[in-house]
């Protein structure tokens, strides 16, 4: 974690930053045992005016309406939305839906072509607006952001 209890990710002219309460809320969602379903849900935070620096306010987790295996989830539960919604109104506008983030069994997590997949549609329905995209593993917890300059996805670097 760098200061104030946050690790900040950089890169494309961008940075993140998290708060050491949302890694504690993703490691409790890692799949380190075998049959653990993938941990999953939606970033919000907020931005600053020139839209380079961004900060992760809240997360959400699971609800009882969403689906999950051990490979794959349905992020499907209103309650998703909700939480975005009032996040919003109790801001003024200042808190928005930042991205999508879930779990990998693995190490060093890599995006499969389904997650790229699904990012795809994500940025489709928001356009305009800068999506983050985070998948935790067992060791490292990587964040991923759409690559102007082609047709991928480019990985932010952690601080430190």
């Not at 209890?5 to 309460?21: C, V, Y």
Request: charge should be positive; charged fraction near 20%; hydrophobic fraction near 35%.
């Amino acid at each position: 974690m760098s200061s104030q209890n946050e690790a900040i990710f950089r890169g494309k002219g961008l940075s993140l930053r998290i708060p050491e309460r949302v890694f504690s809320a993703w490691n409790d969602c890692s799949q380190v045992e075998m049959l653990t379903p993938e941990g999953f849900g939606v970033i919000i935070g907020s931005r600053t005016k020139a839209r380079n620096e961004y900060w992760v306010d809240n997360i959400t987790t699971p609800y009882s309406g969403d689906q999950a295996t051990r490979s794959s989830f349905k992020l499907q539960d209103t309650n998703h939305q909700k939480l975005v919604d009032m996040a919003f109104q109790r801001s003024g506008g200042t808190c928005i839906y930042l991205g999508i983030w879930h779990t990998h069994p693995e190490l060093a997590p890599m995006p499969s072509t389904v997650d790229k997949k699904d990012w795809v549609a994500c940025i489709r329905r928001n356009p305009g607006r800068q999506l983050f995209f985070v998948i935790v593993g067992l060791n490292e917890i990587r964040v991923f952001v759409r690559s102007r300059w082609c047709l991928g996805f480019t990985q932010l670097k952690k601080d430190g």
